[in-house]
């Protein structure tokens, strides 16, 4: 999976991204957003009743495009489903090396991201979140409110 990093300042955006864009899962819930990124800059959004297919639509997207979109060394994979072992598998398989989820992980998902090096984070929702696996990955670039307020 390489050695691809995320900023705590591009999580916050990828975060936002998903905040902002109209879906579905926002309105009636009940279906599985899915989404890839480059930095903040949002690929490809996808919903589906699945989050299997949701994830595999984005899979044959990557195998579709050009080959600079098919290596996902340098992606994040999003989704607000539960990390599971088959999503991080898939993510993995797809060469992502980071995956961000609004839910949680279970605890094969976080065996198999542990095992791969993977950088899982689940309870993303505004700035908080948990860095399951692979905290090296997560680069602490945002001044907290405490250091803010400490600096004054």
Known sequence: LGD??????TLYGVVNAIRLQESTYKSAGSVHACALFLGEQMLLFVEDVGRHNAIDTIAGWMWLQAPAVQRGGDKLFYTTGRLTSEMVIKSA?????????????????????????????GRAVN????????????????????DALSNE
């Open 127 to 146: 700035r908080r979140f948990l860095c399951y696996s692979a905290p090296e990955r997560l680069v602490w670039d945002a001044i907290s409110v405490d």
């Open 4 to 9: 691809a990093r995320l900023t705590q300042t």
């Open 93 to 121: 398989q797809m060469g992502v090396p980071i995956v961000v989820s609004r839910s949680g992980i279970t605890q094969m998902g976080l065996e198999v991201a542990q095992r791969l090096g993977l950088c899982a984070i």
